[in-house]
């Protein structure tokens, strides 16, 4: 008889039932995912044999990394992610303050099983690591001590808006690396840099220029401490409907969350390279610009150019393409 690891979970009548309830939980409240307990508890299962079968369905490419998210169609086998384990283990094998501790050496590779980032649950990733949830619970402030993994608690709300209880953890990898210091030329793009933040933060609009000015500044400060611009629109919440009674309030409200603070590096972007910026100029009107686009098309808004129909634009506009 093949072992359950060896068939389909299509040909597994109990991996189907959990399969068919995180897509019912999916469809009624995504936000709120199901604890092991509870899934088991709808298919009549204990969380040790609910986990295994959570396990089995992400191998087989059925759920997501965090084991509660269905995946549509069918899978042909999880995908290695021998980017972030290779990552994990050079750590443990070149860090002479980290190395010595076992246990946090199984924590932190069986977080990078799951990816650069993802959610977890605390039991579910003791018994990945081979510990003790109590042991998890005692290592895991050593991670975030030595820079290798920020968490994020997610709240569960209420009906009523108050709190709930608390959803999977959630985690990403660090490099351990912060951010350089600025050149003395890139400080000098910073008034201009704060500006273009400022521009795409749809909620802060209509605002006097006195305020305008001491907005730039507070952004000036952050980005002199080496943070780049995606983090800051994210702290920002650029791309939210916000409608804030004290717009400059609210905006350096936000900023206070990262002042004084320096940005350490996330892993993923230590090692592949994605999201590191670089000064460069826009394809269309030549301004200097800082993009992390590893391809030779930069355009100073991103994905448009600031300077397109304008004055500029109709009088010496470049070519669009690049030669170098």
């Known amino acids: ?34 604890k092991a307990a509870e899934l088991g508890a709808l ?8 986990r295994n079968h959570l396990s089995h369905l992400f191998a087989w490419s059925r759920i997501d990394a965090n084991r509660r ?17 290779q990552w994990a283990a050079n750590i443990i094998e070149s860090d002479p303050v980290f190395a ?11 977080l990078a099983r799951l990816g650069w980032s993802g959610e977890f649950d605390i039991e579910e990733l003791a ?45 990403e990898l660090m490099s351990g690396f912060y951010a350089r210091a600025l050149t003395e030329e890139e400080r000098a793009l910073v008034p201009a840099r704060a500006s273009a933040i400022i521009d795409q933060v749809d909620w802060y609009r209509g605002e006097s220029p006195e305020q305008r000015a001491d907005a730039e500044t507070a952004v000036g400060f952050v980005l002199r ?27 350096h409200t936000l900023l206070g969350k990262l002042r004084a603070k320096r940005y350490l590096i996330p892993a993923q ?14 394809s269309v009107c030549r301004t200097a610009t800082w993009s992390a686009s590893p391809a030779r098309l930069v355009l100073c808004g991103g994905g448009t150019c600031l300077q397109a129909g304008t004055d500029h634009d109709t009088r010496d506009v470049l070519p669009l393409h690049r030669t170098a």
């Open 225 to 251: 401490a080496g943070w780049p611009e995606v983090a800051i629109l994210r702290a920002l919440d650029a791309s939210e409907a916000r409608d804030p009674f004290n717009p400059t309030g609210y905006l």
């Open 100 to 110: 010595p501790d076992p246990t946090c050496a199984k924590c932190l590779l069986a």
């Open 43 to 50: 298919v009549g299962l204990q969380s040790r044999a609910t």
């Open 269 to 282: 972007a230590m090692v592949t390279g994605e999201g590191q910026l670089r000064l460069d100029q826009c």
């Open 127 to 171: 018994a990945a690591a081979g510990v003790s949830k109590r042991s998890v619970e005692r290592h895991r402030p050593h991670l975030v001590e030595w820079d290798y993994v920020r968490f994020r608690i997610k709240t569960v709300p209420g009906k009523d808006g108050k709190f709930k209880g608390r959803g999977p953890s959630q985690f």
């Open 1 to 34: 008889m093949a072992t359950h690891r060896a068939i389909s979970p299509d040909s597994c009548p109990t991996c189907c039932k959990i399969f068919a309830a995180l897509e019912d939980r999916q469809k009624i409240a995504p936000e709120d995912p199901l």
């Open 69 to 85: 998210t269905p995946l549509p169609g069918v899978g042909v086998g999880q995908p290695a992610l021998p980017g972030a384990e």
